[in-house]
């Protein structure tokens, strides 16, 4: 295997006052962003209504197609694929039958330009409550099996909680990320947030299992000289397996169509952000939690 990091000694822990700093600096900016500034821009998958792609002959213009609806009395959020000329268009609570009209209109108002159609997708009301309801449930269970599971196997609540707390720090910058981004949440979405806290809990349990190994091994030194070779000891694997998950989410961020980009797009993010809390964010909180109970 491949070693980018032999015998390091960093001093993560003695690091956790700067990286508590800058996460929390993350965390305003999201809160910012998503309560006082943009808001969460929910997909018809939770907010219903119709998703409508169409694919052209020549490139149209997000402006042109924007002036075609308004002329039209249609209003909603387009988005655009040069390199494939296609155009997503997005109706929120309308009914089915808005699909066919849309047709109907570029086809009157750009003649010259045939178009195919490429998606249609309706999701009514209740359905898309019902699909939020379902994503929040999804996300709480998450993190309470999380939590159970890894303070079963430590014999200790606080490595479950360090855990969590990590998750819910990467999870919510990411969802920060696509709110200053203005991207969608869909469904797809969700499952690339539980994606991600899959990833980093399975990276933290990696170095939580060193620590508890090493504190049987050093017993003479300290928590903190003990945390840190631990850190520092799975440094390589750790880097090693964030990098190649990194790059094949680079991609399908760049190769696997627009269907999944915004899904890709949050693993790119998520997997830095949750190597980085494996380090600086779960590990640290468990250290401090322990320091202060010794």
Do not use: C
């Not at 822990?13 to 800058?22: E, N, Q, V």
């Not at 707390?165 to 469904?187: C, K, N, P, V, Y």
């Not at 399908?252 to 380090?279: E, P, Q, R």
């Amino acid at each position: 295997m491949i070693r980018f990091f032999k015998q390091t000694d960093f001093d993560f822990i003695g690091k956790k006052g700067t990286t508590f700093w800058l996460s929390g600096i993350l965390i305003i900016l999201s809160v910012a962003s998503i309560f006082f500034y943009k808001g969460l821009n929910f997909g018809i998958d939770f907010t219903g209504g119709t998703l409508i792609q169409l694919k052209f002959k020549q490139h149209v213009t997000l402006a042109q197609a924007r002036e075609v609806l308004l002329k039209n009395g249609l209003k909603g959020d387009l988005q655009d694929f040069p390199q494939q000329n296609s155009i997503i268009i997005r109706l929120k609570g309308t009914d089915e039958s808005i699909s066919e009209d849309i047709q109907e209109i570029f086809k009157k108002d750009l003649p010259q330009n045939p178009y195919e159609l490429e998606r249609a997708e309706y999701v009514g009301p209740t359905i898309g409550r019902h699909l939020k309801n379902q994503a929040f449930f999804a996300i709480f269970w998450a993190f309470v099996g999380i939590v159970v599971y890894v303070a079963f196997r430590f014999k200790s609540g606080v490595w479950g909680v360090a855990g969590v707390i990590a998750i819910m720090h990467d999870i919510f910058i990411t969802i920060g990320l696509f709110s200053i981004l203005d991207r969608e949440i869909t469904i797809s979405m969700i499952a690339a947030l539980l994606t991600i806290g899959g990833y980093s809990i399975n990276d933290t349990i990696v170095v939580f299992d060193r620590v508890r190994e090493n504190l049987r091994l050093y017993r003479k030194e300290s928590l903190h000289q003990v945390i840190n070779r631990s850190i520092n000891e799975t440094l390589s694997r750790t880097i090693n397996t964030s990098l190649t998950t990194w790059l094949v989410v680079l991609a399908l961020f760049f190769l696997g169509g627009n269907v999944i980009h915004d899904f890709a797009l949050a693993l790119l993010f998520g997997v830095v952000i949750g190597t980085y809390s494996t380090i600086f964010i779960a590990s640290p909180m468990v250290y401090v939690w322990e320091a202060k109970k010794r």
